[in-house]
T-cell receptor, first 114, second 110 residues
Framework: DGGITQSPKYLFRKEGQNVTLSCEQN?????MYWYRQDPGQGLRLIYY???????QKGDIAEGYSVSREKKESFPLTVTSAQKNPTAFYLC?????????????FGEGSRLTVL | GQSLEQPSEVTAVEGAIVQINCTYQ??????LSWYQQHDGGAPTFLSY????GLEETGRFSSFLSRSDSYGYLLLQELQMKDSASYFC???????????FGTGTRLLVSP
């Protein structure tokens, strides 16, 4: 079955540590995204990538970094510069163009900073 | 700036009909999407309106009025499993990058 796989599902980190969240998709989608969700709030865009080896900052990119070396993979690194990293992180993918406005989401990674 | 407004919570009983409204102010507009998210889960796509009017998908319908910068999601024959958060999201460009609202929590009671 095609889909998006995020790992780990739960992650605990000490302050000052960088962590990397994995996102892999086998939907053959060109575009991939990282969103952050805080309790009771909507999704805010961190980074997105339309094609391999290219990515753009979203609305809240500070303290985060990404890479897009392969079409299937779009890992997110939460750096120690991110002041409030405890959140639910969602990876998504989509066809680049089209009229559907449809994103396919992974099951998310919940990061807690101790 | 970007702004999408939804009610924070809506309650209804099984079998009823409920409407969740979304008003938006964005720099560009290509269409309005709706997503459902159960607690702790992934958002799942429900519908998309690129043009004015009503789109129907089973028990769910979505409406868009571009002139009013307004849309709604209509859920009919409510079931307990419909208890979830519902998000509207605006597609601002030809690309699929979406801006999400803060979500409406729907509570369905017996």
């Amino acid at each position: 079955d095609g889909g998006i796989t995020q790992s780990p599902k739960y992650l605990f980190r000490k302050e000052g540590q960088n962590v990397t969240l994995s996102c892999e998709q086998n939907l053959n989608h060109d575009a991939m995204y990282w969103y952050r969700q805080d309790p009771g709030q909507g999704l805010r865009l961190i980074y997105y990538s339309q094609i391999v080896n290219d990515f753009q900052k979203g609305d809240i990119a500070e303290g985060y970094s990404v890479s897009r070396e392969k079409k299937e993979s779009f890992p997110l690194t939460v750096t120690s510069a991110q002041k409030n990293p405890t959140a639910f992180y969602l990876c998504a993918s989509s066809k680049t163009q089209g009229r559907t406005g449809e994103l396919f989401f992974g099951e998310g990674s919940r990061l807690t900073v101790l | 700036g970007q702004s999408l407004e939804q009610p924070s919570e809506v309650t209804a009983v099984e079998g009823a009909i409920v409407q969740i409204n979304c008003t938006y102010q964005t720099s560009g507009f290509y269409g309005l999407s709706w997503y459902q998210q159960h607690d702790g889960g992934a958002p799942t796509f429900l519908s998309y309106n690129g043009l004015d009017g009503l789109e129907e998908t089973g028990r769910f319908s979505s409406f868009l009025s571009r002139s009013d910068s307004y849309g709604y999601l209509l859920l009919q024959e409510l079931q307990m499993k419909d208890s979830a958060s519902y998000f509207c999201a605006v597609r601002e460009t030809g690309f699929q990058k979406l801006v999400f609202g803060t979500g409406t929590r729907l509570l369905v009671s017996p």
